[in-house]
């Protein structure tokens, strides 16, 4: 699999370190490491907005498709079109599909197909992987009041 954005371990260390990412974001996006449940910051965020990948900030989620799993993770029951490219992954003794931005190969978290209506699926996110955006109109409502 190839992606349009490529960059070496240093070069991503590096940016996640300037964009100010939590520590985790390297392990995560770069070694497909799962922040453990319950500890991410978007687990339980529920404001107006999208969700970016930290890495190359691609629009991955809107906030309208975040649901409370109660898994733990940051869950979401569609992704952004062509924002997430899958894989399987054998690794743990399971077979699962992996996520991954289609932009820059960040490993984001799993699919799973136990997610609530219309779709039915469950993108089971790691915190780490993820930068949020307020949404726009919210801002503007913000800057009249
Ligand atoms: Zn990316």
Not at 82 to 104: K, Q
Not at 117 to 144: V, W
């Given at each position: 699999?190839?992606f ?52 190359c900030?691609?629009?991955?989620f ?34 699962r ?7 820059c ?23 780490a ?17």
């Amino acid at each position: 699999m190839s992606f349009p954005i490529q960059k070496t371990e240093a070069e991503w260390r590096a940016l996640l370190a300037q964009k100010g990412a939590e520590p985790l974001a390297f392990e995560v996006t770069r070694h497909a490491a799962t922040e453990r449940p319950f500890t991410g910051k978007y687990e339980a965020h529920w404001a107006d907005g999208s969700y970016h990948c930290i890495c190359c900030g691609a629009k991955l989620f809107d906030s309208a498709t975040k649901f409370d799993a109660g898994c733990g993770w940051p869950s979401f029951w569609q992704a952004v079109p062509g924002a997430i490219v899958e894989r399987i992954d054998r690794s743990h003794g399971m077979v699962r599909t992996e996520t991954l931005c289609a932009r820059c190969g960040a490993h984001l978290g799993h699919l799973f197909e136990d997610g609530p209506a219309p779709t039915g699926l469950r993108y089971c996110m790691n915190s780490a992987a993820l930068d949020f955006d307020a949404d726009n109109a919210a801002r503007k409502e913000a800057d009249n009041t």
